[in-house]
């Protein structure tokens, strides 16, 4: 019994879904209408993945395509209008005003007003349908050229043999591009945004997606090719200092740094092979941590090139980290789990959230407090005053 490409690819994609902090299933997404996300009023109790700051407000993202912004430190939020209604995974904000979000069937979106209103910056299916149609022109063009060369009689039996092997080939990749242009676009998720300023950012995504700009969203680079990801493991992370420095995590321990914007990568050898769900660099860029599957948890000093071993003695994994200064770090993470250090990973002291909701990431406000986004949506949390002390 014959199975179509496409079967093949979603049956891949369905046994992708990756255990998350706060579960979160990869999965192939059809074409449909466009809508807007649904204005609820338990918009802030629903599943939220990410939250950040925009200024002295708080803007908090995740399923149904739901944008929560806060003005007072989260005691009350406001739901914005957003043209999607898929989840929402990452969001980032390098200022008061300029924010990306990403999410489910690789759409991107922008605000220019910290969140209240935002538009569709890349249609993630409308983009992979004009990729399948470059790809069926590509095999065109492949198949065209092998078949011109067969036409000369003075060529060798031996390349003859070549040139029908490869053609042969090449008719597999025929039915395949073609399948893809006659069906509905399958996009896949991206997973995290991280913006350096109003014009310069990264996206990175499921089976290796790595996307960059430096017009502010205008146009969309794709790097999927530039880092040596031939397993295609998804990039779930994406974090960065200002002058080049970016650090990108994802499946079985996969960590790439970049210290000149993306001209070269070096991969990163963690002594790990789990799942990274979250990488962090602090505000000074002099600290970066790392945190994933089982709660394995690193720490870098020097811009990602190095990394130490600082997990916590905790049952579960972790999936966010926040930082209050460079070396006080708190991680978030399955079953309601949170663990603080204030000594820069030497010592931690972990704790559990009363209702056990599984906790995606974390912000904080300052005077100890933090906001918590996961399953049950916000979440506040507080330090103990025996965990700020050095």
Not at 342 to 358: K, V, Y
Request: charged share 20%; glycine share 10%; aromatic share 8%.
């Amino acid at each position: 019994m014959s199975t179509s490409f496409e079967s093949v690819k979603q049956l891949k994609h369905w046994l992708a879904c990756t255990f998350l902090a706060v579960p979160l299933c990869i999965a192939p997404a059809f074409a449909e209408e466009p809508k807007s996300a649904a204005i609820m009023p338990k918009a802030n109790k629903s599943l939220l993945i990410d939250v950040e700051k925009a200024g002295n407000n708080l803007v908090a993202v995740g399923e149904r395509g739901h944008v929560l912004i806060s003005s007072d430190n989260g005691k009350t939020w406001t739901q914005s209008n957003v043209p999607m209604s898929q989840m929402i995974n990452g969001v980032s904000f390098p200022d008061n005003r300029h924010g990306w979000a990403v999410g489910h069937d690789g759409h991107i979106l922008r605000t220019e007003d910290g969140g209240v209103t935002w538009t569709k910056q890349r249609d993630g299916l409308g983009a992979q349908a004009e990729a399948n149609v470059r790809k069926l022109r590509s095999v065109k063009t492949q198949i065209n050229r092998l078949n011109a060369e067969l036409i000369d009689t003075s060529i060798s039996p031996e390349k003859r043999r070549e040139i029908q092997d490869a053609l042969s080939e090449l008719d597999w990749d025929l039915e395949s591009a073609t399948e893809r242009v006659n069906e509905p676009a399958v996009a896949q998720p991206l997973m995290d945004v991280w913006f350096e300023n109003a014009k310069k950012g990264w996206v990175v995504g499921a089976f290796g997606q790595l996307l960059h700009t430096t017009d502010g969203g205008d146009t969309w680079e794709d790097l999927s090719g530039a880092i040596d990801n031939e397993m295609e493991f998804h990039l779930n992370s994406v974090t960065g200092i200002d002058g080049g420095t970016v650090v990108i995590a994802g499946e079985a321990g996969f960590v790439v740094v970049t210290p000149d914007d993306g001209k070269t990568w070096y991969s990163i050898d963690l002594g790990y092979e789990g799942t990274i769900f979250g990488v962090k660099a602090d505000h000074t860029g002099s600290t970066i941590v790392a945190t994933g599957l089982r709660g394995k948890t690193f720490i870098s000093k020097d811009k990602g090139l190095n990394w130490a071993d600082i997990t916590p003695d905790v049952g579960f994994s972790l999936s966010g980290v926040e930082f209050v200064d460079d070396d006080s770090i708190l991680l978030v993470g399955h079953g309601g789990t949170i663990s603080f250090s204030a000594d820069a990973g030497n010592n931690f002291n972990t704790e559990t959230l009363p209702s056990r909701a599984s906790i995606s990431n974390a912000v904080y406000t300052g005077n100890g407090e933090f906001i918590l986004v996961g399953q049950g949506g916000v979440h506040t949390y507080t330090l103990k005053p025996s965990s700020e002390e050095k």
